[in-house]
């Protein structure tokens, strides 16, 4: 049977019951979902997942894109969607990608339809004296929808957050060393307009969209406006009543909804304190498919 327990924070829950190196049901993929829709984030423990199963598992919930670019050399044997993060170095050659989350962001931002989750696999968790390292921390952007004052809430009624691809920023909104001269990322998307006030495709609930890293104006609001109801929206979401981590346990496969949280992350462990987690990314295609939803969520609220 399936349980969900959520942390007691706000944000995430804890699932038990499945493996998920099977194929799920159109019911139990429903009440996956559901669960992404409430808690925002889900952990599965103790999982046993090779590259194919992680990345079929992924698949049920939207369309797994190949890793491409500077990336693709670090996926996984025959599984091109399978991105692998790892700080562990073989004969002086990185076996993984280091800096997956050095800045605040949510991911697939610059795809038409925004990317919906990320579903990570933990095989080494770094560790200091006992204590976990190398954790992954979030903001949640369904809380500070809510938290937002009425006449902010007025103001971005009609707003859109602007991806150009331009802009790749760190906190204080100043390029990040690594990207701000990195002409392969800049303008290598089509740019991208999405509401900030958000509607998300499961929850229904409003979410406050905007990626601090890669947004590069708000749209739809006075010009006379713009920078400062961006510096607000920003300064807004990254308050720590919204903030949470989540410390990685060696079997956890987490799923992450990319449309109501941003992440970073926690950079705490140094080169021989070996961090290895398999990354495979969730399109929006399938949670903005009203059909989808029929099939899963809406048949499980059916028969609840
Ligand atoms: C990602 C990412 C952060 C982390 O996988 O998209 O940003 O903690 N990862 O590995
Ligand atoms: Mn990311």
Redesign the pocket.
Known sequence: MLTFEPTGTHLGATVRGLDLSKPLDAATIGEILRGIGKYQLLRFPDQKLDPAQHRDFAAQFGHPPAIRGRLAIFTAPGVAEINILSNIVVDGQPTGATD??VIW???MVHNPTPGFA?ALYALKVPRRDGKRLGGTEFYNLRAAYVDLPADIKEKLKDAYGVYTGENYTSIERTPFPEYGTNSHKAHKKEPVRHPILMTHPISGEKVLYCDPGHVDYIDGVPPGERDALLKFVLAHIMQPKFHYVYDWTEGDLMMWD?LSTV?H?VLDFGPDEHRLIW?CQIEGDKVFDPAFLARTVDAVRATA
Request: net charge neutral; proline share 0%.
């Open positions: 997956a989350g962001h949510t991911d990320n990319n992440h992350a990354r």
